[in-house]
């Protein structure tokens, strides 16, 4: 499970962490056995809607405005259903804003 600021479109990468995040996670898919699901932080999406739109999925958590002064409460809720979903060998966490805080919080092993 690779956690960052995955873009909307291939074709629209904006930002220095979103370009790392997308090279590495198209790198890594290509090589035998490894499966991503992408987990895209700070989406203005639904909860829990899963895109192929980069080829491979990609799972939204919202970051309402209200994320910080709650904690981050609904989201590693969120994260927590996810990664019990998903069920990944290793979490890679892009940045130690909300993506590494949701990595570290989930209790799983973790690359921030």
């Known amino acids: 499970m690779i956690v960052g600021p995955y873009p909307r479109t291939a074709s629209h990468i904006d930002g220095g962490v979103a370009a790392a995040t997308m090279y ?6 290509q090589e035998p056995g490894v499966e991503i699901v992408g987990v895209r932080v700070g989406s203005r ?3 829990r809607v899963v895109t192929q739109d980069l080829g491979w999925p990609v799972l939204d958590i919202d970051l309402g405005r209200f994320s910080v002064s709650t904690l981050f409460r609904r989201q590693i809720y969120q994260f927590q259903s996810m990664v019990s979903d998903v069920k ?3 979490i890679h966490a892009h940045g130690s804003d909300a993506a590494g805080f949701l990595a570290v919080k989930s209790r799983q092993r973790a690359v921030v």
């Open 88 to 90: 990944p060998d290793l």
């Open 24 to 29: 590495l996670t198209r790198q890594l898919i």
């Open 45 to 47: 999406k639904a909860d």
